[in-house]
């Protein structure tokens, strides 16, 4: 580790930039970063950010963690299948948790939804957990509710006692805290604590006489500490993900300004109270040199669908982060007005939409498809009317499907910020990008991957067709007897089914060689594919907020998690 000094102008003041490098970093997936990380960005333009791992790969890509995703071409060498990326679909049971309690309906500003917040599996007690923000009077006047639910739809809220420093009022309720005054917040299940009091972990701005970020912890997610570390900031919506790729927490603070409007900066340590500490006030520019600019909304982003509002550049919001498998999802909250003063007097809501993101390096974002993920409506009368905000720990592993929870608000005709409550939307396990081929059988030929598990798994929708695969050398010819004729035909839709050869019972022989594998579709979609070490199937990927059925936060599961 080295560090640089420089000398930079920034908007607000003249500091100096202390840069610190993590020379020849290489990283699970053979991605090698900078000398220089973060990386600085310079200053934000309305373009799409470039992703330096995609122009230039590995020479060979080790494929141990998680499951493989067709999101980009990073594993991809040749094929004749056609990409197409999916959206999550709104469960029907939607809102799965509203406002119904008294000291969430008291104002009117009546919400109970997490803002970030966080939804999480728990596998002590094998219970979905969710903490969200419980409305009162006003935008900042919210306290925070703990809820519970044992299939993820339907929502209990129980009854706490004894929670110190909480008023009177609140005896008998689902309030673990009233911090009366706050914005966003993230609340994050740690299954790699040393400390098991540290086992949930709460990072929130609070207003007290100006934004401070404000980090506690907690051994139930009940009970809270004093704060452990609290620095002023700039920017209201901020929040803080784990990547567990490279061990680091990672801030997500809100800045903004010029033509870009609402945008991020990042910064990152191992150590969640020395990472809030490093915090300035700065407008998010800290002396120290961190955090750095990060991302914002561009050009290729979708404008608002109400003609009056088309021509307002869209803005980033919010971004959420969470790991997946094999790579980082980063959840894109898009702005595209109207601006709060005519939301406020026309009775609306601004227009906030979800969009996908995904990361194999944990900063640079590559983001393929602009359609909107999770989307708001804008009819009358709708639960989710216009404003759709993420949730903190991303999305849930619930057997075949993944569960991503939605904060969103109805239409205000009092000129407030609406009643509030959270959303369910579901997609397929791995399902955010499939490659597709018709009747015509299509191949996908990868780059040249190491591994050292001996069972080759598949997600993969072909029915009514099949899928076949072969193992190839680096000159780009079969091994024997892991040939296309030896290959016994998938036909099924799974989201985990194993591929096998006749005359040998797994890929030992091959196990920790480079080899490239080349798959043959016929009639369907492929989904994801990984290499692992046990006749489970467990992808040793991780598993974001986790799911029923697994233990930690990493897939060591396999079937048995289904």
Known sequence: MKILRVWTVL????VVLTVMTHAGETLYNGIELPDEWPPKRG???REPMPVPYLKNRPEVIPIDVGRQLFVDDFLIEKTTLKRTFHAAEYHPANPVLKPDKP???????????????????????????MWYVVGNEGWITHWFGYATSKDGIHWDKPVLKEIKGRRKELDGSNVIMDVVHHDSCTFWLDHTARDPKARFKYFTTEKRGGWHYTYRTSADGIHWSEPVASKPIWGDRTTVFHNPFRKVWCLSQRIGGGDVGRARAYMEDPDPRKLVEKIS?????SAGGEPVFWTNADDLDPRNPVDKYKDIKPQLYNLDATPYESLMLGFFTIWTGPDNRTVARQGLQKRCDVLLAFSRDGFHWHRPNRERFIAASWKDGSWNFGNIQSAGGGCLVVGDKLYFYVSARAKDATGGHGKGSTGLATLRRDGFASMDAAEKSGTLTTRTLTFNGKYLYVNTDCPKGE????????DGKAIEPFTLANCKA????????????????????????????????????????????????ASHGYVAAGGPGFIGPKDTMGDAAY
Do not use: M
Not at 108 to 113: E, G, I, R
Not at 281 to 285: C, W
């Open 43 to 45: 200053k934000l333009i």
């Open 490 to 537: 998938v036909s099924c839709d799974k989201t985990l089914a194993a591929v096998t050869w006749q005359g040998v019972a797994d890929l030992s022989a091959v196990s920790g060689k480079p080899v490239r594998f080349r798959f043959h579709l016929k009639n369907g979609s492929l989904y994801a594919f990984w290499v692992s070490p046990a006749k489970s199937g």
């Open 103 to 129: 000291w969430e309906t008291k104002g009117k500003s009546n919400v109970a939804f997490p803002y970030s917040g966080g939804v999480w599996h728990d596998p002590a007690g094998n219970l979905f957990k």
């Open 11 to 14: 908007p607000l003041a003249l």
């Open 281 to 285: 006030r700065n407008r998010g520019l």
């Open 467 to 474: 899928l076949k695969a072969e193992v190839l050398d680096k």
